[in-house]
């Protein structure tokens, strides 16, 4: 790359942020240097808490006032770490613009999108008021939202979240900054609209020549976008190469256990291996090597613990901080070969099955007025069916809003049921009476993504996983104390920590009393909403082994909820694909994933972002158009026809039936399935469908 | 937005009827009922049956409220039973006093509160901070009479800068004897509410100095006093008028004791004459004009926060 020659447009040398905490500094960031270029994007990646959202706010001087800083930053010329409040202003919106990861709070809801575009410019005397209508329309012009003229009158709230996510990313480009700083930018995104969002950042970097930091939790991510790669941990970076290099030769343990840990849409079924213990938090950092407490090739020497190493060359412009690098292993993926799975008894399919859900439909009636008058349905579940058998994992899978938690909580009885039958363990439970759900209830359980969220926070661990035994009066009978240890246990918890209280655990652990507490009345059936999505990546594979060890040993079955693909080709058997209220394909895993026939799942499974950058613009990518409906209004005919790339006249008039495929075992709602034919010559299978 | 306004006003109607059921029910309400009170005990039948054919309670209860409905509507609140004037002239006389000194105090309460409220809000746990929170605790614990008879001691006893007795002159008539008049009641009022002005308005500054948004204003690279002044004022505002319309409604016959104290010829003292006279058809006036005042600000606060807040549609 020539551009590695010129002078790089940001410069970070030995940068240390520490936050005053009850009189001690926390090390937040602890020494790193950083070269950006013009022309190219450096990906951030990390686990939570490991220093990235710092410093890209002590590169912007966004810091709180509590942060102590020292090192050098320079951008453009200025010494950032130096310069007063006003030069830092006068750089922000013209030197570096700064992407946001939630769309839904960056922008200012009581604002016009038009005037949060052009304030900031407006504001540098780059922009005159009276011309700043026409520039923000070419700002969203830019950024492809249709009808810009009209849209930049509009509040955020009249924006779709990937539209607020386009509009962002206009205002961060207003002042043709040279450095774009985007924080996860598309965390809070769904995946076909990640898909977007990313092309679109790409194809804006690559027409301003701009240098972007691209920081995320996300190595498919990394993978897809950035030319270089900083590996963050415990507030340092501890490896940085070209993004070939860290995927294919990764040169420090830590890169190589997350690559590890990581449910993979390539990968296939063997066990996951997660990194072991938390990432750990600045107030308690490990001495030595701060990863040493995790780290597999440590094996408990001395110099890992005593000693921090520091960043040396292991490659041609590859850097790796560790003391051992020679005998870091060569990545070996997880394949289809290695690490297998303990062997699970054979699902039975032939039995009635556990759970059966038939034409379910849950509509919620829309209030407005101040009488509340009903104005219309919203139909959340609008006619789904699905069966799970005895100790196997169907997994639920779909965009934000598209019914699934609302599908587990009807099967739960915790939304009133519009239609359908729901029958659990041969007994048809839709509309039973309040006591006899109950009853029902002890034998299916639901787990929450945050399980903490809803609890009592004053109430000790064990109180928690002790309260469904109560509640049905069966605490004694099931053994008492006893049998809350031995629930800790089976989640991996020691028993000892059943005194402690919510705020002591981490994701991770809190999660596992989640499980914990649904497993105490020894049910039968686990509805896990979204389980993993809020854990790191090394933690949610301790999850997900947790979760497979328990369905061998207890035969468990599982209705998993999830938006994630990769974390639910993992883990289930079957898999049924959600859009708008329905369930539009339902085939075994292995099928699903190799030959999906609906054209929603095959859009759902090409934008996911793989972890290897080498298929980077040799994958075939269907980049849908435009955001779910709103379920209250969905489009007439088949729901998904506005954004099908296959679609037919028939498609927009006629709800296709949900049917059997010939020749898979699969179902699905489209009246034009079929798997992807990939035409001569053509990039996207939509131009020969 | 003036269809929104007359939406809101028509949507409030059959609360003002619901309450209007209530009000007029009072009647009946008072022990003794109203006949009672005009004959006192030792009526005879006749007499009472003569009187309740006069006032119309030997009607039937729609009847009677009907007529009573009618008249309210047609500006016709009957008379009061112990001056013998009519409600609605004795209503009249004070209405625009309560108004102006409402204005007034609430003019106070801004002006001291919004202030205190974003000093201490930039500056969270600052000395500054701590002395303003101080201040508002101080306004707020501070009993109103108190209050009322220390300003009365300093500035008509012992400075005699103005009247101790705050009589009601009309702006228009002459704006610096208003002042003159108004300014220590108002004074009084609008120190308490500065109190409780400052504390909701600091809280939600706070609040929204947190907020994503202001790292966005930040990152655009606007000056420090947009981001506070346009950015973050428009939010904190939101919950803020919800507060000060509270209190706007709340000094429309809630501020007896000040005006007992200054003697200042409010709603307020005329509704506790009202009661302690059992003087119904007054009673009835007051809380009814009250009532109205109430739903009005209510309006004027919602067509505000639906003006402050986009999301909000005049639908
Ligand atoms: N304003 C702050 N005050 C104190 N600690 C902070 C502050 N901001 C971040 N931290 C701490 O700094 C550490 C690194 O945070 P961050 O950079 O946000 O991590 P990441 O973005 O990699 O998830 C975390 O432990 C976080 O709690
Ligand atoms: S220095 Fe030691 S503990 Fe740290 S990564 Fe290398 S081998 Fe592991
Ligand atoms: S029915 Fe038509 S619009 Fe719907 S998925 Fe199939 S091809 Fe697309
Ligand atoms: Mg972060």
Redesign the interface.
């Known amino acids: 790359m020539s551009a590695r020659m010129a002078e790089p447009v940001l410069s970070v040398r030995a940068l240390e942020v520490a936050f005053m905490a009850s009189g001690r500094p926390v090390p937040a960031v602890r020494g790193i240097d950083l070269d950006v270029h013009a022309n190219e994007v450096l990906g951030i990646v990390g686990e939570s808490g490991s220093g990235k959202s710092v410093t890209s706010l002590a590169i912007s001087g966004l810091l709180p006032p509590t942060a102590r800083v020292r090192g050098s930053i320079r951008l453009g010329g200025v010494e950032i770490t130096e310069a007063d409040h006003e030069t830092l202003r006068r750089m922000r919106g013209v030197d570096v613009g700064m992407v946001f990861q939630d769309p839904t709070t960056t922008l200012n809801p009581v604002f016009t999108i038009g005037r949060q575009l052009t304030e900031g410019q407006i504001a540098h005397g780059r922009l005159r008021a009276d011309a700043a209508r026409a520039r923000a329309i070419e700002l969203l012009r830019e950024v492809d939202i249709p009808d810009p003229a009209g849209r930049v009158i509009q509040y955020p709230h009249q924006f779709s979240g990937g539209m607020r996510q386009r509009a962002v990313i206009a205002m961060a480009m207003a002042g043709h900054p040279r450095l774009i700083i985007a924080d996860e930018p598309t965390t809070a995104l769904d995946v076909t609209v990640q898909a977007q969002v990313l092309s679109l950042l790409a194809r804006r970097q690559a027409e301003t020549g701009a240098a972007v930091i691209l920081i995320t939790h996300d190595l498919g991510v990394i993978a897809e976008m950035a030319h270089r790669v900083a590996v963050m941990y415990g507030g340092r970076i501890v490896e940085s190469g070209p993004v070939e290099q860290i995927f294919a030769r990764p040169r420090h343990p830590y890169t190589v256990a997350l690559l590890r840990s990581l449910p993979r849409l390539d990968g296939g079924a063997a066990r996951l291996e997660p990194i072991p213990g938390q990432p750990p938090a600045p107030s308690n950092l490990p001495p030595g090597c701060a990863f040493h407490p995790r780290c597999a090739v440590a094996r408990d020497r001395a110099r890992c613990r005593t000693e921090e190493p520091g960043l040396r060359a292991c490659g041609p412009a590859h850097l790796s901080a560790c003391h051992f690098v020679e005998e870091v292993p060569a990545p070996s993926l997880p394949r289809e070969s290695d690490g297998a799975q303990p062997a699970r008894p054979a699902v039975r399919r032939d039995s009635e099955p556990l759970l059966t859900v038939e034409n379910l439909q849950v509509h919620f009636p829309i209030k407005a007025g101040i009488l509340r008058r009903r104005i219309g349905w919203l139909r959340a579940v609008d006619g789904v069916s699905l069966t799970v058998h005895e100790g196997e994992t169907v997994g639920l899978v779909g965009e934000s809003g598209c019914g699934k938690t609302t599908t587990g909580r009807a099967v739960m009885g915790l939304v009133r049921v519009t239609g359908g039958r729901i029958r659990f363990g041969g007994r048809d439970i839709t509309a039973l009476g309040r006591g006899a759900m109950r009853q029902v209830r002890r034998h299916m359980q639901y787990v929450f993504q945050d399980p903490f969220a809803s609890l009592n926070p004053i109430k000790s661990a064990g109180e928690i996983v002790a309260e469904p035994l109560r509640i049905h009066g069966l605490y004694d009978e099931m053994g008492g104390a006893g049998r809350i240890a031995r629930l800790f246990e089976m989640v991996g918890l020691s028993p000892g920590m059943m005194g402690r209280f919510p705020h002591e655990f981490s994701g991770g652990q809190k999660q596992r009393i989640g499980i914990a507490r649904a497993l105490a009345l020894e049910p039968r059936l686990l509805i896990l909403d979204e389980p993993v999505a809020s854990l790191d990546v090394s933690i949610q594979a301790q999850i997900i082994n947790l979760l497979q060890d328990l369905q061998r040993e207890l035969r468990l079955a599982y209705l998993f909820i999830a938006h994630d693909l990769s974390v639910v080709r993992h883990i289930s058997d079957r898999v049924a694909v959600m859009y708008l209220g329905r369930i539009v394909e339902e085939s075994e895993k292995q099928a699903l994933y190799a030959t999906p026939v609906h054209p929603y799942t095959q859009s759902l499974l090409s934008a996911v972002p793989v972890p290897d950058p080498t298929v980077r613009g040799v994958r075939r990518r269907i980049v849908l158009e435009g955001e779910i409906p709103n379920p209250a209004s969905p489009p007439p005919g088949c729901a998904f026809h506005p954004r099908c790339f296959r679609a037919s006249a028939r498609c927009s008039a006629e709800a296709p039936a949900f049917l059997p495929y010939p020749g898979l075992p699969t179902r699905a709602a489209c009246h034009h399935a079929g798997p992807l034919i990939p035409a001569p010559g053509a990039k996207h299978p939509q131009e020969v469908a | 937005m003036i269809g929104y306004i007359l939406r809101r006003l028509a949507?409030l109607l059959p609360v003002l009827l619901l309450a209007s059921v209530g009000i007029w029910a009072m009647v009946y309400a008072i022990p003794g009922g109203p006949v009672g009170m005009i004959l006192g005990e030792n009526a005879t039948p006749e007499q009472i049956a003569a009187l309740r054919a006069e006032l119309g309670l030997d009607r039937p209860v729609i009847v009677q409220y009907w007529a009573w409905l009618t008249n309210a509507l047609a500006g016709d609140l009957g008379v009061s039973l112990h001056s013998r004037q009519p409600v609605v002239s004795l209503i009249g006389e004070r209405l625009p006093a309560t108004i102006q000194l409402g204005l007034a105090a609430t003019v106070v309460g801004l002006l001291i509160g919004i202030p205190v409220a974003v000093a201490s809000a930039l500056m969270p746990g600052s000395w500054l901070d701590r002395a303003l929170s101080g201040w508002s605790a101080l306004a707020l614990g501070v009993p109103t009479f108190w209050l009322g008879i220390l300003l009365i001691l300093l500035f008509a006893v012992h400075l005699r800068w103005l009247p101790s007795a705050s009589g009601y002159v009309p702006f228009w008539e002459s704006p610096i004897e208003m002042l003159r008049n108004i300014l220590l009641p108002a004074l009084t009022l609008g120190i308490y509410v500065s109190g409780i002005f400052a504390r909701f308005l600091r809280a939600s500054l706070v609040a929204e100095l947190r907020?994503?948004?202001v790292?966005?204003?930040?990152?655009?690279?606007?000056?420090?006093r947009?981001v506070v002044g346009r950015?973050v004022m428009?939010?904190a505002m939101?919950p803020f008028v919800t507060i000060v319309g509270l209190m706007m409604a709340n000094f429309i016959g809630g501020t007896v004791v000040t005006e007992a104290v200054f003697t200042y010829p409010g709603l307020g003292r005329l509704l506790i004459t009202a009661i302690s006279t059992r003087d119904y058809p007054l009673i009835q006036g007051c809380i009814l004009v009250i009532l109205v005042i109430y739903i009005l600000i209510n309006v004027m606060v919602d067509v505000l926060y639906a003006y402050?807040?986009?999301?909000i549609e005049y639908a």
């Open positions: 949507q907020a994503d948004y790292r966005t204003a930040r990152s655009k690279g606007l000056p420090e947009d950015h428009r939010n939101l402050i807040d986009p999301r």
